[in-house]
Nanobody, 125 residues
């Protein structure tokens, strides 16, 4: 059974940084397609941020490009999401997720079938 547990969220001032973690069990992050999404307060829709497509690269949403970076620690079976130059609009619950096997870059919520509980990021001005 796949289990994803995020951590590392918190409250920071605009311009600050945070590193989020997603510890996985039941799936190897080394060769799985994993994604990061976020859900802003009051919004129902999860927004795509990043897809890590196994060893084939990383796909960034325009909102994440230039400020967010991802990495993996295969020994710890953990994903990391580095958030830099945070702005108030980055305030959201951040989730990691494992993608289904689809023949396209998984950017939609329905492309993912396992989700973590999320970690809250709050950016103040």
């Amino acid at each position: 059974q796949v289990r994803l547990v995020e951590s590392g969220g918190g409250s920071v001032q605009a311009g600050g940084s945070l590193r989020l973690s997603c510890r996985a069990s039941g799936v190897s992050v080394n060769n799985a397609c994993m994604g990061w999404f976020r859900q802003a307060p009051g919004k129902e829709r999860e927004e795509f941020a990043i897809a890590m497509i196994g060893n084939d690269g990383t796909e960034y949403d325009d909102s994440a490009k230039d400020r967010f970076t991802t990495s993996r620690d295969n020994a710890k079976n953990t994903l990391y999401l580095q958030l830099n130059s945070l702005i108030t609009e980055d305030t959201a619950m951040y989730h990691c997720a494992q993608a289904r096997r689809v023949p396209w870059i998984p950017r939609a919520v329905q492309d993912y079938n396992y989700w973590g509980q999320g970690t809250q990021v709050t950016v103040s001005s």
